[in-house]
Nanobody, 116 residues
Framework: QVQFVESGGGLVQPGGSLRLSCAHS????????AAWYRQAPGNQRVLVAH???????NYISSVKNRFTISRDNAQNMVYLQMTSLKPEDTAVYYC??????????WGQGTQVTVSS
């Protein structure tokens, strides 16, 4: 059974850093890349970054050079290191496979709030 447990969120001041973790079940991503998504209040959930099995990464432009996605397949973990955080990064962050649908299983996410 697919399962994701996200953690590591919190309240941070602008310019601060957080490291998000996602513990997932074995083969949770199937043949897809692992991905982080976020949903800000009143907005749809959007893709933030993804990483393939071979380590190829891609980011949306607004987080490029600030966020780093990584994975540890042996430990069934995916991470998102976030630096230089901005108020517009405030959202609930989720991990899932790349191209996950809203009807797929989603974990509870982890809240990130960037505010002074």
């Amino acid at each position: 059974q697919v399962q994701f447990v996200e953690s590591g969120g919190g309240l941070v001041q602008p310019g601060g850093s957080l490291r998000l973790s996602c513990a997932h079940s074995t083969n949770a991503f199937g043949h897809y890349a692992a991905a982080w998504y976020r949903q800000a209040p009143g907005n749809q959930r959007v893709l933030v970054a993804h990483i393939t099995d071979s380590g190829y990464t891609n980011y949306i432009s607004s987080v490029k050079n600030r966020f780093t996605i990584s994975r540890d397949n042996a430990q069934n973990m995916v991470y998102l290191q976030m630096t230089s955080l901005k108020p517009e990064d405030t959202a609930v962050y989720y991990c899932n496979r790349l191209y996950a649908a809203e009807t797929d299983y989603w974990g509870q996410g982890t809240q990130v709030t960037v505010s002074s």
